[in-house]
């Protein structure tokens, strides 16, 4: 609001208040002079005016000392924060329902936009109503690390084995971190998992700081393919745990893989490493591009992106051998 705006209002506030009171004065001695002059009869129509003319003085007056009590610094400050207490603290908004909640931020967005049409049927913000707004308050995971060494498998000439180790802290929201540890491959993503093992430590702030507890440990391929979750209801309020899974697979060669985020994430990076001389196409699934980097040679990648990534945000990369490069039909099966 334009400040010269606000400060001509307020002299004309002053202005009526300062006439309100002059009037309520001069009906007051006018009551009074005329009571004195015509002596009205008590009950008469006289002597009814006289006494209403009076009350009127006093009110106005009673009006006016109050709006000049109420302009003083101490008065002012005093109900500003009443008024801030009850409308905008979380006091007053916690005890609204989530309708009225909703209500309130859409009206607050359509004047922030001067869009009064903001909440349109099909519109972005019915979208992320709909499909984004609850990850504000969900747990959310922060500086996921992903180690990958991808290398020639010596069993199968057609496949890399691969060292894949991921680590990442977990953060709480509302005093709770994420409810599990997931470890699920798609449908033919890897030729076969030969281990994992999956372990927390517990943060810095942490009693046991340091320490590291192993949940699961299995080297058994037809157990691994199944995928694996673990609950963490024993650590649920230890905001900064940090997870640790560390697997060991093989894939088919000229097969695509992809990385994913389970849950809103904080900061992400990946280092490939793979044998020389092949090719590796790389491809980010991330919404600010440009804050990522990326450093590359020969058998070697790291991608780095400092911001926050989506559920379903992720990477995607493919590794062609280097004997695949000379012919069109190598690895056609994969």
Same mark, same amino acid.
């Given at each position: 609001?334009?400040?010269? /705006?606000?400060?001509?209002?307020?002299?004309?506030?002053?202005?009526?208040? $300062? =006439? =309100?009171?002059?009037?309520?004065?001069?009906?007051?001695?006018?009551?009074?002079?005329?009571?004195?002059?015509?002596?009205?009869?008590?009950?008469? =129509?006289?002597?009814? +005016?006289?006494?209403?003319? !009076? @009350? $009127?003085?006093?009110?106005?007056?009673?009006?006016?000392?109050?709006?000049?009590?109420?302009? @003083?610094?101490?008065?002012?400050?005093?109900?500003?924060?009443?008024?801030?207490?009850?409308?905008? &603290?979380?006091?007053?908004?916690?005890?609204?329902? *989530?309708? @009225?909640?909703?209500?309130?931020?859409?009206?607050?967005?359509?004047?922030?936009?001067?869009?009064?049409? $903001? &909440?349109?049927?099909?519109?972005?913000?019915?979208?992320?109503?709909?499909?984004?707004?609850?990850?504000?308050?969900? *747990?959310?995971?922060?500086?996921?690390?992903?180690?990958?060494?991808?290398?020639? #498998?010596?069993?199968?000439?057609? #496949? +890399?084995?691969?060292?894949?180790?991921?680590?990442?802290?977990?953060?709480?929201?509302?005093?709770?971190?994420?409810?599990?540890?997931?470890?699920?491959?798609?449908?033919?993503? +890897?030729?076969?998992?030969?281990?994992?093992?999956?372990?927390?430590?517990? *943060?810095?702030?942490?009693?046991?700081?340091?320490?590291?507890?192993?949940?699961? &440990? #299995?080297?058994?391929?037809?157990? $691994?393919?199944?995928?694996?979750?673990?609950?963490?209801?024993? /650590?649920?309020?230890?905001?900064?745990?940090?997870?640790?899974?560390?697997?060991?697979? %093989?894939?088919?060669?000229?097969?695509?893989?992809?990385?994913?985020?389970?849950?809103? !994430?904080?900061?992400?990076?990946? %280092?490939?490493?793979?044998?020389?001389?092949?090719?590796?196409?790389?491809?980010? =699934?991330?919404?600010?591009?440009?804050?990522?980097?990326? %450093?590359?040679?020969?058998?070697?990648?790291?991608?780095?992106?400092?911001?926050?990534?989506?559920?379903?945000?992720?990477?995607?990369?493919?590794? !062609?051998?280097?004997?695949?490069?000379?012919?069109?039909? #190598?690895?056609?099966?994969?």
């Amino acid at each position: 609001m334009n400040m010269s /705006y606000i400060s001509k209002t307020k002299h004309i506030i002053a202005l009526t208040t $300062l =006439l =309100l009171m002059l009037v309520g004065v001069f009906a007051i001695f006018a009551a009074a002079y005329y009571a004195a002059v015509e002596t009205p009869v008590p009950g008469s =129509l006289s002597n009814i +005016f006289a006494s209403g003319l !009076t @009350t $009127l003085g006093i009110s106005l007056v009673g009006f006016a000392v109050f709006s000049f009590a109420l302009d @003083t610094r101490n008065w002012r400050d005093y109900f500003s924060e009443r008024i801030k207490e009850i409308v905008i &603290d979380s006091n007053y908004l916690e005890m609204l329902d *989530p309708e @009225t909640l909703k209500t309130l931020q859409v009206n607050a967005l359509k004047a922030q936009f001067h869009n009064p049409r $903001l &909440d349109n049927e099909g519109g972005f913000l019915n979208y992320f109503h709909v499909n984004l707004h609850r990850y504000i308050s969900e *747990p959310y995971r922060e500086d996921v690390s992903t180690e990958i060494l991808m290398r020639e #498998c010596p069993r199968k000439p057609d #496949c +890399f084995e691969v060292v894949d180790k991921v680590v990442y802290v977990c953060r709480a929201s509302s005093n709770r971190i994420q409810e599990s540890i997931n470890w699920f491959p798609d449908k033919d993503e +890897f030729d076969e998992v030969t281990k994992l093992v999956v372990s927390v430590q517990y *943060p810095e702030n942490h009693r046991e700081r340091g320490k590291i507890v192993k949940i699961k &440990d #299995c080297n058994v391929s037809a157990e $691994l393919v199944k995928g694996f979750s673990e609950l963490l209801e024993a /650590y649920k309020e230890i905001d900064g745990l940090v997870v640790i899974i560390e697997s060991e697979y %093989t894939i088919k060669k000229g097969k695509f893989q992809y990385w994913q985020m389970a849950n809103p !994430t904080r900061n992400f990076d990946i %280092t490939v490493t793979y044998p020389l001389g092949s090719l590796i196409q790389f491809k980010t =699934l991330v919404v600010e591009d440009v804050v990522s980097q990326i %450093t590359q040679q020969d058998g070697y990648l790291k991608f780095k992106y400092d911001s926050w990534l989506l559920p379903k945000s992720g990477i995607a990369w493919l590794i !062609t051998p280097k004997v695949c490069l000379k012919s069109k039909d #190598c690895f056609s099966e994969a």
